[in-house]
């Protein structure tokens, strides 16, 4: 039996909150996907929590989408009965696991900003999301930190991890500037004091990438071109083949329960 994909009210506190939920649950469940495959037991068991923080700050954000919309949607109807064109996460996220290098910069990448946004969105105006930022900050502080060790430990270490970090960098590059726009609705939520502008984070987030990018002897590409579409429901042919595996259960058993 087909289940129905819900419809979403998307105002725009709703649609802020659900595109950080989206960022959170995807990547999340891409690093899940290393589970029993990485590099190393201690690696797969970072990567697994990496992963559960992630999980942890979509179902908050799922939550409070949920209680705003007020619509009779859950944590569980957001994550598991959307269509793909309602997902609004980042395009870097979705893209495929590739080898463990290009893992790395893709996390290395979005903890990057991701540690830089949740510590201004403490400040927030709305306490609940200033309550989860508190608490996500706390998480992407360790998530920079593990990605940055090991950007360094690729790029400086074998000709061969040196290679395929560079290569890593250079096809992900164009997917960073969607983290940093804003549309419409969400410039609003910016003025109002919900959000915070994600462009007034991009230097310090570039000076931070620069930094280590330079300590693994590897380089940043010069291009300015870049990939948009994901917060407006755009993406690529990945996301369709991560939600199938993701929603296979819910969608075979609807309302399924242990």
Known sequence: MAVASI???ETPLVLYVLRRADDALILGHRLSEWCGHAPAMEEDMALANMGLD??????????YAAKVEGKGNDEDKFAYLRDV???????LLEQPNGDFARTMVRQFFYSAFADLYWRA?????????????????????????????????????????????QTAIDDLWSFIGEMFEVDDSERALIDAGTAI??????????????SVVNE????LPKSGWMQQGGRSGRHSEHLGHLLSELQ???????????
């Open 7 to 9: 419809t979403v009210s």
């Open 54 to 63: 992630l999980l942890g700050q979509a179902r908050e954000l799922y939550s």
């Open 85 to 91: 064109r309602q997902y609004r996460n980042l395009l």
């Open 121 to 165: 969105m403490m400040k927030s105006g709305d306490p609940t999301l200033a309550a989860i930022a508190a608490k996500s900050e706390k998480e992407s502080v360790y998530h920079v930190r593990h990605s940055s060790e090991w950007m360094v430990r690729l790029g400086d270490g074998t000709d061969e991890s040196h290679a395929r970090a």
């Open 197 to 210: 502008d994600p462009a007034s984070l991009r230097p310090q987030w570039l000076k931070t990438v620069t």
């Open 216 to 219: 693994a002897t590897l380089s």
């Open 248 to 258: 296979s259960m819910q969608r075979t058993f609807p309302g399924a329960t242990w």
